[in-house]
C-alpha cells in the first residue's frame, strides 16, 4: 500500500490486517483476525497529506468542497475518509486492504447440514449482515465452488472481491467528476452486464434502483446469480430488497413486488460476527415454491 505514511505500510505489511483505521487526524487501529488494535499516534496533519498525494493520480478530491470520498487504490485497498468540518474532531479515514485470500467454506461454519445446504443450492442467493459480518468473503468462497466454464459478470461500486474465475469480467461504478458529470452507476452496469452472455451476475452490494434490475435479471434465466445487502437477518433482507424494489417501481403493488423478490431469490444466507471476531454463518432461509421464506439452518448457540 504505497503513497501512505511507513507506519500505516508496515501494519498493512502483515496479512493477518484487514482494515486500517485512522480517527481524529492521528488515532490509528487496525483489525487483525476479527480483533481491533491500537497503534502509536500519527502526527498531526500526516494523514491530510498523505491522503491528497494518493488521491490525486485518481482524480478524486478531499476538500471543503467534496469533503468525503471513497476510492480505490491501484493495489486494490479501498478508502475511504472525512475531513473536518464534517469530522468535526478532525479527519477520519478507513483503509479497506485487498487480500486475494479465499476462504473455504467450512470456516464460516461447522454444520454438516448448512455446508450441504450451501454446496447443493441450486438457484440465486442473497447473502445478509452488518458491516464486516464476511458478506464479501462468504460470496468469494461461493463463487470458488462455481464451475470453472461458467462465464461470471461482477459488478462493485468499488473493486474488493477475490476472485479464482479465469472467466470473469468486473465492472466498477465510477462516481461523478466535480462537474457533475461522467457518472456510472450500479443499475449502469446491470444492463450492460445483461449484454455480456454472463451465467452469474454478481453485485457486491444492493442498495439503491439497482435492485429492480438485479432482480429481473436473476428472474430471466442467470440462476446461481448472487449478492449482498445490509440487514438484520435474512428476512429483514427480504425485506429490505422488497423496499427497494418497491422505490425504483413505485407503481407495482405489494404484493407483486413480494411474488417478484421471492421468485428471484431462492437462499439467503445470514452472517453474523462473534464476540471474539470470528465470522459465521448464524442462518440460513430458503424460499420454496409457494414463495414463502422458510429457515433450513440455524446456529446453534
Known amino acids: 500500500m504505497t503513497g501512505l505514511p511507513e507506519q500505516l505500510q508496515s501494519i498493512a505489511s502483515d496479512s493477518s490486517v484487514t482494515d486500517i483505521l485512522v480517527n481524529n487526524g492521528t488515532e490509528v487501529w487496525f483489525e487483525r483476525c476479527g480483533e481491533l488494535h491500537r497503534s502509536s499516534d500519527l502526527p498531526r496533519g500526516v494523514i491530510d497529506t498523505h491522503l491528497e498525494r494518493i488521491l490525486s493520480p485518481l482524480g478524486r478530491r478531499l476538500d471543503r468542497l467534496s469533503p468525503m470520498v471513497d476510492a480505490r487504490l491501484a493495489d486494490g485497498t479501498r478508502v475511504c475518509a472525512v475531513i473536518p468540518p464534517i469530522a468535526v474532531t478532525g479527519t477520519c479515514a478507513a483503509f479497506r486492504l485487498f487480500r486475494q485470500k479465499t476462504h473455504p467454506l467450512d470456516s464460516f461454519t461447522d454444520s454438516p447440514d448448512a455446508l450441504r445446504e450451501l454446496r447443493c443450492c441450486d438457484g440465486n442467493i442473497l447473502v445478509t449482515g452488518s458491516t464486516g459480518s464476511g458478506k464479501t468473503s462468504l460470496v468469494a468462497s461461493l463463487l470458488a465452488h462455481c464451475p470453472v466454464t461458467e462465464r461470471i459478470v461482477v459488478i462493485e461500486d468499488t473493486h474488493e472481491l477475490p476472485l479464482r474465475s479465469g472467466h470473469a469480467v468486473r465492472l466498477e461504478a465510477r462516481p461523478a467528476n466535480a462537474e457533475g458529470r461522467g457518472s456510472v452507476s450500479l443499475d449502469d452496469l446491470l444492463r450492460t452486464a445483461l449484454r455480456l452472455r454472463p451465467d452469474r451476475i454478481v453485485v457486491g452490494e444492493i442498495r439503491g434502483p439497482e435492485a429492480l434490475t438485479f432482480v429481473h435479471a436473476m428472474n430471466t434465466g442467470h440462476t446461481g446469480s448472487m449478492s449482498t445487502v445490509h440487514a438484520n ?7 429490505r430488497v422488497e423496499l427497494l424494489v418497491s422505490q425504483a417501481s413505485p407503481q407495482w ?3 407483486d ?14 452472517l453474523e460476527r462473534t464476540g471474539d471476531g470470528r465470522r459465521v454463518i448464524d442462518h440460513i432461509v430458503r424460499v420454496d415454491d409457494d414463495h414463502v421464506p422458510r429457515a433450513v439452518h440455524r446456529r446453534a448457540t
Do not use: C, F, Q
Not at 233 to 239: C, E, F, T, V, Y
Not at 259 to 269: F, H, L, P, Q
Open 257 to 270: 413486488v413480494r411474488r417478484v423478490v421471492a421468485s428471484a431469490v431462492r437462499t439467503v444466507v445470514h
Open 233 to 239: 437477518s435474512a428476512l429483514d433482507g427480504l425485506r
Open 253 to 255: 403493488k405489494t404484493e
